[in-house]
């Protein structure tokens, strides 16, 4: 499995334990170029539409952005996996999420706390990395560049998501408590799929021993009926 399977596989319990019933229509925003959990959905019988600039071809996705996507019609859940911290208008985004849920409708978020990116979690990470000739991940590119830079982590981390149009987890988590309440929240590992022989478990364990934070946001809520 690459990473980013193993990274769907382990998030897609969590996705599914918060859908209604199938068969019921789901959207997905921001899929990647996998498909994201879309086979998964189709698989255990949702009509699934997986909305991305990237998404691969086929009739069950968009390659367009979400807010451009002109999708027809509401959906019983809408889920977006490390997705909404990259669109350009969150506010935008979510209350366009709002307008297509059915009332009672669910939506699904996992996201990244990139606020609690702090440098113990940095370091802790960046020991964990494999040879970078097996493969070059984001956390690669996060180490190189803070070294280059010459800056404290702090600073260069901020002034790196800032340039890059990230927008913050708790910023996300704000606007989806206004528009579908408090519903579920938890915090969970991020990293172990990019860190070599770093299992889920493994990074937990670190979370609950002080060593390093939380990066992983899962929310769920409901469009007020
Ligand atoms: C970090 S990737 C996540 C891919 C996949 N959901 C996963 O968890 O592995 C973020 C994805 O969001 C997509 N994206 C960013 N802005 C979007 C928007 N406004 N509408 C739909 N997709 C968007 C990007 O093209 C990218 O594929």
């Known amino acids: 499995m690459t990473p980013d399977e193993q990274w769907l596989a382990a998030m897609w319990p969590f996705v599914r334990s918060q859908l209604p019933a199938a068969p019921a229509r789901v959207i997905e925003i921001g899929c990647g170029p996998l498909g994201g959990f879309v086979p998964m959905l189709a698989a ?12 691969p071809a086929g009739p069950e996705y968009r390659q367009a952005e979400f807010e451009q996507s002109g999708l027809p019609g509401q959906a019983a859940a809408i889920v977006a996996c ?9 506010r935008e985004v979510l209350d366009l999420v709002r307008g297509t849920l059915l009332p009672g409708g669910r939506v699904v978020v996992v996201e990244w706390a990139r606020e609690r990116f702090d440098e113990a979690t940095a370091r802790w990470c960046f020991s964990r990395l494999a040879p970078p000739e097996d493969g070059h991940s984001f956390l690669h590119g996060q180490q190189e560049q803070w070294r280059e830079s010459g800056q404290q982590w702090d600073a260069w981390c901020r002034s790196w998501a800032e340039a890059e149009g990230l927008h913050p987890g708790e910023d996300i988590l704000r606007e989806l408590v ?5 519903g579920t929240l938890s915090y ?26 939380a990066n992983r946001i899962q929310y769920a809520g409901r469009r007020p009926s």
């Not at 255990?44 to 990237?54: L, S």
């Not at 490390?82 to 969150?90: E, F, G, N, P, Y």
């Open 44 to 55: 255990a019988g949702y009509q699934a539409t997986g909305v991305d600039p990237e998404a």
């Open 82 to 90: 490390t997705s909404l911290h990259h669109v350009a208008d969150l």
């Open 178 to 182: 206004a528009r579908f309440g408090p």
């Open 188 to 213: 969970g590992p991020y990293f172990f799929p990019e860190l070599a022989g770093t299992s889920e478990a493994d990074e937990q364990a670190a979370i609950d021993r002080g060593e390093i934070r």
